[in-house]
């Protein structure tokens, strides 16, 4: 009689390619040396990620550890809540309410454009005083375990998109910053202020940073931005943001 442990190698790795990751990890690679064996395999975790669809963004580019680039792409998600105002202020802190405050308006705005993805339906926007306001997103809480951070330390993306009113300009800054478990900066961000001038196109702009090889203990990041009109006018004249993420990206450098 022919038991499962007598199945050639890669028959086995089919096998083994529809049990859930968890389980692989847990259980499976619990029962016996082969198991194990197989389980460490970098083909099986390969043949899991083609299965489920998550593939190197560049095809011809190596992947050191496929086992960890599974599971990082399983829990590759936006790590910001609220991103585009649909829910109020919700999950975001307001540092400085300055002016008339923080306002949520719908796209495109007076004298404002769309914007490039036609999901994103809202966005926040400044006033003449100084508007900031932040949110705070613990790693661990969405699955990025303490060793992964430290010991992989996978490329943590940052974008956020900003734009003016064609009529007035406004001033936007940006700052974020990869934070210890006691709240100790490690590392951040802080590109130099934009200063747009009234009677700009009132494009939406992106600005994106990738952080690589930061020291080891991070275990939240935190973006901070805003702004402010450059007019002083009454009203809801400055900087407009939306569409912010933090996310861990999968692929990871050699």
């Keep these: 009689m022919v038991s499962i442990g007598d199945l050639p190698e890669d028959i086995l790795i089919d096998v083994l390619c529809l ?31 083609h299965l489920e669809g998550f593939h190197p963004r560049a095809p011809d580019r190596n992947v050191p550890d496929w086992k960890i680039f599974y599971f990082l792409s399983t829990l590759r998600k936006n790590l910001i809540q609220n991103p585009c105002a649909e829910a109020g202020f919700n999950s975001w802190k307001i540092e400085q309410n300055g002016g008339d405050k923080w306002k949520i308006e719908d796209l495109p705005g007076h004298h404002g454009r769309e914007f490039p993805d036609p999901h994103v339906r809202k966005y926040f926007v400044t006033s003449y005083g100084l508007c900031l306001k932040n949110q705070l997103v613990t790693l661990k809480n969405h699955g990025y375990w303490d060793e992964l951070m430290d010991e992989v330390k996978p490329a943590i993306v940052v974008k956020d998109w900003y734009a003016a009113r064609h009529d007035c300009g406004c001033h936007y800054q940006l700052r974020v910053e990869l934070l210890s478990a006691d709240y100790i900066v490690l590392q951040e961000f802080h590109p130099e202020d934009v200063v747009i001038e009234p009677w700009s196109d009132a494009t939406w702009h992106e600005v994106s940073h990738t952080f690589h090889d930061y020291p080891r203990g991070v275990r939240h ?20 943001v939306t569409n912010s993420s933090i996310t861990i990206e999968p692929e990871v450098a050699e």
């Design 221 to 240: 990041v935190i973006l901070h931005h805003g702004g402010r009109d450059t007019q002083c006018w009454a009203g809801w004249y400055g900087i407009r």
């Design 19 to 49: 049990v859930p990751a968890r389980e692989l990890v847990l259980r499976c690679r619990l029962v016996c040396l082969l198991w194990r064996n197989v389980v460490d395999l970098p083909s099986l975790w390969k043949r899991k990620c």
